[in-house]
């Protein structure tokens, strides 16, 4: 995920609901679907927070 963009990571999460709700994987194809969508998850809120702290300190001046 070193050169993934938050943009990239809500759509690869998208991607992964619609998937998910087809119900036309199997256990294990779901489960590494689940895990990969956990990561992009904590990469998407990592993001969210460092933009949250950078307009924080912008805006203190």
């Given amino acids: 995920m070193d050169n993934m963009t ?11 609901v619609s998937i998910l709700e087809k119900n036309e994987v199997s256990l294990d194809e779901s489960l590494a679907l689940f895990e990969e969508g956990t990561k992009l998850t904590s ?11 950078k307009i ?6």
């Fill in 6 to 16: 938050y943009e990239k990571a809500i759509e690869r999460l998208d991607e992964i």
């Fill in 43 to 53: 990469f998407c809120t990592k993001k969210l927070s460092e933009a949250k702290a």
């Fill in 56 to 61: 924080t300190e912008i805006a203190k001046d």
